[in-house]
């Protein structure tokens, strides 16, 4: 391809693109495929020689958008929001073309030094403690990592390699296996599967503890673990507490279990992958009441941020056993400037490291904080505008506290039956929700998950919702 034909092309796609975003209400929100769809539409060897761009562009709608599931739609109620935005596809592109491996700050001082700086501005806006922050002049700072799942895994080992070092200085005679073997570490029971895969990575003991009515992890519950813990010899030194479960949005008591975790030695991570985007917003920050309290923090900029995965951003306040969890230093990665700058392939678990401080760069420059503001507070009115639409209707029921873009509900009956609703849903195929389960309650979840989302598109899904409900009602009435 030379640069005429690349510069054709990518206006082309850029074209696509448009007219696919813009109009992605257009199209059915699930595929209606089978697993192995795609197999007798394409051929079972690569080509020998080059195929022509028209070839590929035509086949993106025969072979691509068949097996989509239009996550941006408006119709989309699935998860939670994956981000996008033009500003951040735009920069998705520049950094594709630069295609620089940011290990170290020589590899390329752009890349560190951008990151460096964006997430300053990012803990700032989010009004996050100066201890965190690089420009205080302390130890704290900011990583991009790819998901919240590797922050909390970073943040565990960490925290591991502290715990160690602690315990040798005080049992010389006590042998690495044996320290590990009794270190203990603490999460809700409603936190994300994530976090209990980060113990299992990491080869520690993983606690999952009651919540209370409003499916918060509470102080005194955190407490009394850590003290059943202790009598029995194990050494408390990791904990997570949640702010905004991927089950229903609720919000471990991060003040509480700051306080304790703290008087107990014990590293405190904050999982706000979700929610955290709406700390840019003041009237949303009591919800992280306690933050000072914390080691490290991280939320996903890539799910209600407008920023395209994967950036999830990562905070902590000493990296320092972060680093030399993960220092490998061989000579060919070593560099005349090293100290000066930070070297991040000490902060996260692999090696090379995209550009991606570029697309947050971007989309904060070209959006400015008061329009992100703007587009977190219309999810979350469009969230109670739907939560209004529920309780109008005495069939339906509330499960949880509607704080964010995600709203938890139910028709009042038996699980089967709120089952039977969901299959009804998906598989008419016009929106797409998800379910979940607490305490052996079954109930769907509504989140506000599109940039393109409006009051329309709210309406539109509880009618069907109601629609569906109504074949079902109307089909017991029936057979009885």
Known sequence: MDPNSFKNYAKEMAEYITNYLENIRDRKVLPTVEPGYMKPLLPSEAPQTPEQWQDIMADIERVIMPGVTHWHSPKFHAYFPTAQSYPS?????????????????IASPACTELEVIVLDWLGKMLNLPKEFLACSGGKGGGVIQGTASEATLVALLGAKAKKIQQVKDQHP???????????????????????????????????????????????????EAIRKDREQGFIPFYAVATLGTTVNCAFDRLDEMGIIANREDIWLHVDAAYAGSSFICPEFRYLMKGIELADSFNFNPHKWMLVNFDCSAMWLKDPTYVINAFNVDPLYLKHDMQGSAPDYRHWQIPLGRRFRSLKLWFVLRLYGVENLQKFIRSHVAQAHEFEVLVLSDPRFEIVGEVLMGLVCFRLKGSNELNETLLKRINGAGNIHLVPSKIKDT??????????????????????EIKLRANEILDEQSLSK
């Open 89 to 105: 596809i735009l920069a998705d592109m520049l950094s594709g073309a630069i295609a620089c491996i940011g290990f170290t700050w």
């Open 173 to 223: 005679d006590w042998t690495e296996n044996e320290i590990i073997s009794k270190l203990v570490a603490y999460c809700s029971c409603q936190a994300h599967s994530s976090v209990e895969r980060a113990g299992l990575l990491g080869g520690v003991k993983f606690r999952q503890l009651e919540v209370d009515e409003k499916y918060k992890l509470r102080g005194d519950t955190f407490a």
């Open 442 to 463: 079954y109930f769907l979840r509504l989140a506000v998950c599109s940039r393109f989302s409006e009051s329309k598109d709210i309406q539109y899904s509880w009618k």
